[in-house]
């Protein structure tokens, strides 16, 4: 066992009496040194369960991408949010079959609709430490790209061993910046079938409006099913494929939740940034996020106003819109909560302090100060390169980013299967080939036009001696020059390609190098001429990151050490692995608006709220069949005396955040309680700083959820399946 191991193990064991009652994103091995937490806060199930990822409930969690979903039936059929399954929701819609704004619902089998390409469930069966492995003697040695590409080419040959075992996705992911690494085991389900999703009216009742608002009263929730081979095992889409029956599956709740009642959550987080440096915080906040969001905002305009009166390109652009939407006021929430605080001068005063404890021993002096002194400075130059290429998302057409992944996918394809770049193997041409497929129904060329030349007109207005030759000379532009000559040339270049052609796109993941060279699609043609500056660019960035994955590791062990002399628990930040929190049902006072949360908001709150499809953008427009309901009070069994109605949305205090969309909410004996789906705007900032008086996650009841299915869309044969009487 590496000296790391045993830190991290060390520290872990002191997490149940150091960390904040509700903090903490904690891997599954965690959970047994922070039992007597658990236990204190209402757990019922033995806390050792929680670790075993192929024991109940765990096996019933799964990830899909961007988000988390749980079994729900022993068929395969799981729930997710609406937001999360809306991307196959939009794929699957066109003008006259109009699947978000009017919901679907599929009677039988044989309606469940084939999900949008690579969509997947993963679901975890084994977590293995293989730090040993990946940083051996023969790596710690090594510095820059060498480093990085050593610790690649284990991490692939860990990966095809795993994978020696059919049916299986494995990767390898690095804890606290590098320092620690986990091989991720888990059965890889490729046919995903849409099955349920209200109307928009229900699913994303509030919009962007009330996003990262409370009081909510949203029914983000929607469902799929795992399909696999007649032999059990996974496989790709055949109309010949059965449902997949999972080991375990969660169940409704036996009893009503209520306020103060423990919650848990079981899901896949995506990125936090608790342990970030403090110029790292300066940077983010100062420069990098405000940059970001000022740019998503302008493209959110410029979406919507080139897809206004054409339905068929808001569809194709909505999920995009969506991301977009939700990424930019996260964004805001996060500056807002910024602005003004003490955030950075605690991280500072933090960081000071290690550097003091560091400093206070010739011993810690020698072992952790290089990494020390070494990390800022490379990370200025990081954050120099951010500066110059943060509009490059933004202002390359779709169209080339697709041939230059293309081009690089015959490049790759020339040489042996484990010397090819990680992301461009035999088990990623699946993913590629999806990909690609996508653009079909996520592609508007009037659209992506009008942003690609926005936000290059705003990359040529920047110092020339900032600018990447490569990236302006590819489309024939100049520093400095004017938007009308760039949207001229921007027309000669699309009109000059036919990788719009779906059946033409899909014919060059097949092709050869020299058939790329020897194109002369003006796409095709602007990734050849960028490929040498890619290359360069990559291995830019590969020297870097060899030398700063050696220097911040060192300083994460520093922070670990540091904390451990002082008794203190440190969890890795999250990183898109499976994660547990827990925490309780609980309002908050005072609110964003100085009134109080209660923990529940309910039907009525629909009704309130409800303006029609003219006003508000459409985006309060509750279902003609569901207001009737509500009117009537036809709340069947799931309506709550203190409330007088159903309950719709619920607070908790539990710690999460994107990637958790989805994620199963639990009771004290593993109960499906709810669905987590968002935060609040204030609280947001939660990723990079936790205050638990602030913290609080929104979840959709699943009373609510069964209420809808039951009275309102008529789903009885989900409802059967679920057991639901």
């Not at 009537?632 to 409330?643: E, S, T």
């Not at 999460?656 to 990637?659: A, D, H, L, Y």
């Given at each position: 066992?590496?000296?790391?191991?045993?830190?991290?193990?060390?520290?872990?064991?002191?997490?149940?009496?150091?960390?904040?009652?509700?903090e903490?994103?904690?891997?599954?091995?965690?959970?047994?040194?922070?039992?007597?937490?658990?236990?204190?806060?209402?757990?019922?199930?033995?806390?050792?369960k929680?670790?075993?990822?192929?024991?109940?409930?765990?096996?019933?969690?799964?990830?899909?991408?961007?988000?988390?979903?749980?079994?729900?039936?022993?068929?395969?059929?799981?729930?997710?949010?609406?937001?999360?399954?809306?991307?196959?929701?939009?794929?699957?819609?066109?003008?006259?079959?109009?699947?978000?704004?009017?919901?679907?619902?599929?009677?039988?089998?044989?309606?469940?609709?084939?999900?949008?390409?690579?969509?997947?469930?993963?679901?975890t069966?084994?977590?293995?430490?293989?730090?040993?492995?990946?940083?051996?003697?023969?790596?710690?040695?090594?510095?820059?790209?060498?480093r990085?590409?050593?610790?690649?080419?284990?991490?692939?040959?860990?990966?095809?061993?795993?994978?020696?075992?059919?049916?299986?996705?494995c990767?390898?992911?690095?804890?606290?910046?590098?320092?620690?690494?986990?091989?991720?085991?888990?059965?890889?389900?490729?046919?995903?079938r849409?099955?349920?999703?209200?109307?928009?009216?229900?699913?994303?009742?509030?919009?962007?409006?009330?996003?990262?608002?409370w009081?909510?009263?949203?029914?983000?929730?929607?469902?799929?099913?795992?399909?696999?081979?007649?032999?059990?095992?996974?496989?790709?889409?055949?109309?010949?494929?059965?449902?997949?029956?999972?080991?375990?599956?969660?169940?409704?709740?036996?009893?009503?939740?209520?306020?103060?009642?423990?919650?848990?959550?079981?899901?896949?987080?995506?990125?936090?940034?608790?342990?970030?440096?403090?110029?790292?915080?300066?940077?983010?906040?100062?420069?990098?996020?405000?940059?970001?969001?000022?740019?998503?905002?302008?493209?959110?305009?410029?979406?919507?106003?080139?897809?206004?009166?054409?339905?068929?390109?808001?569809?194709?652009?909505?999920?995009?819109?969506?991301?977009?939407?939700?990424?930019?006021?996260?964004?805001?929430?996060?500056?807002?909560?910024?602005?003004?605080?003490?955030?950075?001068?605690?991280?500072?005063?933090?960081?000071?302090?290690?550097?003091?404890?560091?400093?206070?021993?010739?011993?810690?002096?020698?072992?952790?100060?290089?990494?020390?002194?070494?990390?800022?400075?490379?990370?200025?130059?990081?954050?120099?390169?951010?500066?110059?290429?943060?509009?490059?998302?933004?202002?390359?057409?779709?169209?080339?980013?697709?041939?230059?992944?293309?081009?690089?996918?015959?490049?790759?394809?020339?040489?042996?299967?484990?010397?090819?770049?990680?992301?461009?193997?035999?088990?990623?041409?699946?993913?590629l080939?999806?990909?690609?497929?996508?653009?079909?129904?996520?592609?508007?060329?009037?659209?992506?036009?009008?942003?690609?030349?926005?936000?290059?007109?705003?990359?040529?207005?920047?110092p020339a001696d900032?600018?990447?030759?490569?990236?302006?000379?590819?489309?024939?532009?100049?520093?400095?020059?004017?938007?009308?000559?760039?949207?001229?040339?921007?027309?000669?270049?699309?009109?000059?390609?036919?990788?719009?052609?779906?059946?033409?796109?899909?014919?060059?993941?097949?092709?050869?190098?020299?058939?790329?060279?020897?194109?002369?699609?003006?796409?095709?043609?602007?990734?050849?001429?960028?490929?040498?500056?890619?290359?360069?660019?990559?291995?830019?960035?590969?020297?870097?990151?060899?030398?700063?994955?050696?220097?911040?590791?060192?300083?994460?062990?520093?922070?670990?050490?540091?904390?451990?002399?002082?008794?203190?628990?440190?969890?890795?930040?999250?990183?898109?692995?499976?994660?547990?929190?827990?925490?309780?049902?609980?309002?908050?006072?005072?609110?964003?608006?100085?009134?109080?949360?209660?923990?529940?908001?309910?039907?009525?709150?629909?009704?309130?709220?409800?303006k029609g499809?003219?006003?508000?953008?459409?985006?309060?427009?509750?279902?003609?069949?569901?207001?009737?309901?509500?009117k009537?009070?036809?709340?069947?069994?799931?309506?709550?005396?203190?409330?007088d109605?159903?309950?719709?949305?619920?607070?908790?205090?539990?710690d999460?955040?994107?990637?958790n969309?989805?994620?199963?909410?639990?009771?004290?004996?593993?109960?499906?309680?709810?669905?987590?789906?968002?935060?609040?705007?204030?609280?947001?900032?939660?990723?990079?700083?936790?205050?638990?008086?602030?913290?609080?996650?929104?979840?959709?009841?699943?009373?609510?959820?069964?209420?809808?299915?039951?009275?309102?869309?008529?789903?009885?044969?989900?409802?059967?399946?679920?057991?639901?009487?």
């Open positions: 066992m590496t000296r790391h191991s045993l830190s991290l193990l060390a520290v872990a064991a002191l997490a149940a009496t150091s960390a904040h009652a509700d903490g994103m904690w891997m599954p091995k965690q959970l047994p040194q922070i039992s007597k937490a658990l236990k204190a806060g209402g757990l019922a199930l033995d806390p050792a929680l670790r075993e990822l192929t024991d109940f409930p765990m096996g019933a969690v799964v990830a899909i991408p961007g988000c988390t979903a749980s079994f729900v039936s022993p068929h395969g059929l799981a729930v997710t949010n609406h937001h999360c399954a809306y991307g196959s929701i939009q794929y699957n819609a066109k003008p006259e079959r109009d699947l978000l704004k009017n919901g679907f619902y599929a009677a039988t089998l044989a309606d469940e609709l084939p999900a949008a390409p690579g969509t997947r469930m993963w679901v069966v084994d977590m293995k430490d293989v730090s040993a492995e990946v940083l051996n003697d023969k790596t710690r040695a090594l510095t820059g790209k060498a990085t590409d050593a610790i690649e080419a284990t991490e692939k040959r860990l990966v095809a061993a795993c994978e020696a075992d059919a049916g299986h996705r990767n390898v992911h690095p804890f606290f910046g590098g320092l620690q690494y986990q091989l991720i085991k888990q059965m890889e389900i490729r046919d995903v849409l099955v349920h999703a209200p109307a928009t009216g229900v699913g994303l009742f509030g919009g962007d409006a009330d996003n990262w608002v009081p909510r009263h949203t029914g983000d929730y929607s469902f799929y099913r795992a399909y696999v081979g007649a032999d059990g095992k996974p496989a790709d889409f055949s109309q010949d494929n059965k449902p997949y029956a999972p080991r375990h599956h969660l169940k409704m709740p036996s009893s009503p939740l209520n306020q103060g009642d423990f919650v848990m959550v079981a899901g896949y987080p995506g990125h936090t940034n608790r342990h970030r440096l403090p110029t790292e915080v300066d940077f983010a906040f100062g420069w990098q996020q405000p940059t970001q969001a000022r740019v998503m905002g302008e493209a959110i305009e410029l979406i919507k106003a080139e897809t206004a009166g054409r339905r068929d390109a808001e569809i194709k652009m909505a999920n995009r819109l969506q991301g977009l939407q939700n990424y930019y006021k996260n964004l805001q929430g996060q500056q807002q909560s910024y602005d003004g605080s003490d955030i950075l001068d605690r991280k500072t005063a933090g960081f000071e302090q290690l550097k003091a404890w560091v400093d206070g021993s010739p011993e810690r002096r020698a072992r952790y100060g290089a990494d020390i002194a070494a990390t800022e400075s490379l990370i200025a130059e990081r954050q120099t390169h951010t500066r110059a290429e943060l509009l490059h998302t933004f202002m390359m057409p779709a169209l080339l980013n697709s041939a230059r992944q293309l081009y690089l996918i015959a490049q790759e394809r020339a040489k042996p299967d484990a010397e090819r770049k990680a992301g461009y193997q035999e088990r990623d041409l699946p993913r080939r999806a990909a690609q497929q996508s653009l079909d129904r996520r592609y508007d060329e009037p659209t992506d036009k009008r942003v690609a030349a926005r936000f290059l007109a705003q990359y040529l207005a920047q900032t600018l990447n030759p490569a990236w302006v000379e590819v489309f024939g532009l100049k520093a400095g020059q004017d938007p009308a000559a760039i949207r001229a040339r921007l027309d000669q270049v699309y009109a000059d390609s036919k990788l719009s052609d779906s059946a033409l796109r899909m014919a060059w993941l097949d092709k050869d190098v020299a058939a790329f060279k020897a194109s002369d699609d003006a796409f095709i043609k602007a990734a050849v001429a960028l490929y040498d500056d890619d290359r360069r660019l990559e291995n830019r960035d590969k020297e870097l990151g060899g030398k700063l994955q050696k220097a911040y590791a060192g300083v994460q062990q520093a922070m670990i050490d540091y904390h451990a002399s002082r008794g203190e628990a440190v969890y890795p930040d999250a990183n898109s692995t499976l994660r547990i929190s827990y925490g309780k049902v609980e309002g908050r006072s005072p609110g964003t608006d100085g009134s109080t949360w209660t923990a529940f908001t309910t039907l009525r709150g629909i009704v309130a709220k409800h499809p003219d006003e508000a953008g459409g985006e309060f427009n509750a279902p003609a069949e569901q207001l009737a309901a509500i009537a009070r036809n709340f069947g069994k799931y309506y709550v005396k203190g409330l109605s159903v309950p719709v949305n619920f607070l908790s205090t539990l999460t955040t994107g990637g969309s989805g994620s199963p909410v639990l009771n004290k004996n593993a109960e499906l309680v709810g669905l987590l789906f968002d935060g609040t705007l204030d609280a947001v900032i939660s990723d990079w700083d936790f205050n638990p008086k602030m913290v609080r996650s929104i979840s959709v009841d699943a009373r609510y959820m069964l209420w809808q299915m039951s009275t309102v869309d008529k789903t009885k044969r989900l409802l059967d399946e679920m057991g639901v009487r």
